[in-house]
């Protein structure tokens, strides 16, 4: 079977279902590593725990073009 991954997926944003569910059906997709973005600051330690409790998940910190507008508050904490 091939293998995936998916490289731009927003698991702390998921609320449809129980994450457990969604990982599930992604791998029976033949999903094996997702990467969790995250987009402003207070996602950042959502997306971590996530990929703290689950090692075929890594995540990314980042701040969404839309919040931009929060750069100066929070962009300085990327880069520690």
């Known amino acids: 079977m091939i293998e995936y991954i ?5 698991l702390a944003m ?3 279902a129980p994450l457990s ?8 997709g033949g999903v094996s590593k997702i990467i969790t973005v995250a987009t402003n ?3 950042w330690k959502p997306n971590q725990a996530i990929a703290d409790q689950y090692l ?3 995540f ?3 701040i969404h073009p839309h919040d ?5 508050k929070s962009g300085h904490e ?3």
Do not use: C
């Open 78 to 80: 990327l880069f520690q």
């Open 68 to 72: 931009g507008k929060d750069w100066e």
């Open 6 to 10: 998916d490289t731009h997926a927003h």
């Open 41 to 43: 600051e207070s996602s």
């Open 14 to 16: 998921l609320k449809h």
């Open 21 to 28: 569910e969604i990982l599930e059906r992604a791998r029976d």
């Open 56 to 58: 075929d998940i890594y």
């Open 60 to 62: 990314t910190l980042g």
